[in-house]
């Protein structure tokens, strides 16, 4: 049985429509199905470019996979060590940009690369030791946090971790939820966003807003015993703030509008079936020599962008 294509909302989807037409309909139309036999040479390759990233980008989803191990093994009462842990990153690390400088990923798009490494741009050796001391320093903080202390203080079964494939359901649109973390104390649910970039202030925003929806909505969790908490791991700081009902109807009415926006570009809206022509390219021509689509999107444009 084939998988479907489905429109849902999310945020990740969104910001991309905003940021480029064309750059998402390669990402959720251009790629789909490259996994199937009868797949073309163009899917294949659009599939290949969608599973690049960048050195950022890769830093903070391997720390995010270390954390995790983090509270599972904590989760089993399993001992672990700051050394142990910032070795196993360090490791992991290491042969993802070993394996995309030998561009592994076009044997095996599914496991990614990184764009530069694709498009024959050399990456410094300072820049990704830096990548190594700053995911090490983001391991170190979480585990010498007092946040992972409360949370190590709570039972196991106050603790939430996210499924890979975590939605609901509002008005029947399909709504992702991919959290992080979130763990119950005295009552109050906290939901735990890491961020390993360097720290800014943090606001409520629509992604904070839709995790507080999806929490309140599957676990019928009252909105006034929902804590939000960005935990920026690099330096160690942690901004909170909890939701209005003000705050949840405002969601409400930005998922409905912008998956409104994503459904009228469609050719046929019931089957999810889009044209690659209705879906321009940005007038930001200089975004375009950071996206790893470039290539098939010159090839297609019949020139340089």
Not at 278 to 292: A, G, L, R
């Amino acid at each position: 049985m084939k998988l479907k294509n489905e429109l849902a909302w999310s945020v990740s989807r969104i910001n991309l429509f905003r940021e480029c037409k064309r750059k998402y309909y390669y990402r959720y139309y251009g790629s789909w199905g490259a996994w199937e036999p009868e797949a073309t040479d163009e899917q294949k390759e659009l599939y290949l470019l969608k599973n690049l990233t960048t050195l950022d980008i890769a830093t903070g989803n391997k720390v995010h996979k270390i954390i995790t191990q983090i509270l599972r093994s904590s989760s089993q009462g399993k001992k672990f060590s700051t050394k142990g842990f910032c070795a196993l990153f360090e490791k992991n690390f290491g042969y993802f940009i070993k394996n995309s400088e030998s561009l592994l990923h076009r044997k095996f798009p599914k496991i990614g690369g990184l764009i530069r490494h694709e498009y024959s741009i050399p990456i410094p050796q300072e820049d990704i030791d830096e990548s190594i001391k700053q995911g090490k320093l983001c391991i170190e903080n979480f585990i010498l946090s007092d946040l992972l202390k409360e949370i190590k203080s709570v039972k196991i079964d106050n603790w939430f971790f996210c499924r890979d494939f975590n939605f609901f359901s509002m008005d029947s649109i399909k709504v992702w939820a991919i959290f992080d973390f979130a763990f119950k104390n005295n009552d109050i649910l906290k939901i735990v966003d890491f961020k390993t970039g360097k720290s800014r202030d943090s606001k409520k925003d629509v992604q904070s807003l839709n995790y507080a929806l999806y929490f309140s909505k599957i676990h019928n969790i009252p909105l006034e015993k929902i804590e939000f908490l960005y935990h920026h791991l690099y330096p160690n700081k942690i901004d909170s703030f909890k939701f209005t009902s003000e705050d949840i109807q405002s969601i409400k009415s930005t998922i409905k509008k912008e998956y409104g926006e994503m459904k009228s570009l469609l050719t046929n809206k019931e089957l999810n079936i889009a044209t690659l022509d209705d879906f321009p390219k940005t007038k930001e021509i200089n975004k375009c020599n950071y996206c790893q689509f470039r290539r098939y999107c010159e090839k297609k444009e019949g020139g340089v962008v």
